[in-house]
């Protein structure tokens, strides 16, 4: 499938059994196979070649198996890095996502399961590759101080935002409509136009990151595990890193990654809490929640938008800002707006 039986894999594993058990079903399906037992081993296999992909085991191996994978996302961006892991190595495997692995497989080992997952991690490295491509190439315009070159960026990650939701019909118009309520919110307390603007484009972008995660944890209708958890955590990493490449303003790219921290602390990805938060993250948090509660949703049907304003309202100084809250609610009572026009 795909690129999958073309590529080159390095399976970094302790267990010598399990080497040569996945090294033999990725070899029958003709992938080319590297096997090494721990992380200098790997990374000298790394000095010596060039990996499309790189199986890391965790559950075994410590602050070794992240320290690894940390480096290889350094030294190695070409590579895509996944990480495998046993049940209790969540907090293991989240660092992991947050130091640049693309997805986590838990063990033991389905063979199948493997396959299609490095398969899919290697159509999200091929996705993200050619976004990389067309951003070297924008930004040697814009060193040029050509404008065009930041409208042409903002196009195609807009383009693959829509891209994104338009596999799901519950989210399909997420971001925009999370990017007028944001607007809305900004202007109620007086926030000047310009970074209104910023708001509303980060609020346009905020769950590109999600190109990371998998399908079957986005779209899953009952709850999610804590393994899954921990993945849906990484979107506004993932997404910084999509973003914080030299053509968006800092403080934008800012807003994505901190949109779910809580204002009381307790948030991902950092933990930040009250004026420590972007103020446009604490806008796009109220406004991302509202408009999820006023969606139906795979696990849920939509909330009336009075009822949504009461949940808000309860955890407003928890997981929202009050100001903030009672800034919307004012928004939706007042003259047809963005809130009227959803």
Known sequence: MGQGPRAKVLLVESDRAVRVLLARVLGDLGWVVETAPDAPAALAACRRSSFALALVDVSSRGQEGQGLVATLAERCPETAVVVASGPEQAPAAMSCLRAGAYDRIAKPFDPDEVVLRLERALERRALLSAAQQQRRQLESKVRQ????ARRLFLGAIKSLCSALEAKDDYTRGHS???????????????????HVRHIRLAGRLHDIGKIGIRESVLLKPGSLTPEEYSQIQAHPVIGERILGQGLLDDATVQMVRHHHEHYSGGGYPDGLGGSDIPLGARILAVADAFDALTSDRPYRGRLSKADALDVLRRGAGVQWQPTLVEALAQGAAGPPGPLERE
């Open 145 to 148: 101080g050509t404008r065009t």
């Open 176 to 194: 925009e409509r999370v990017s007028r309520l944001a607007g809305r919110i900004a202007l109620e307390i007086g926030t000047g136009a310009e």
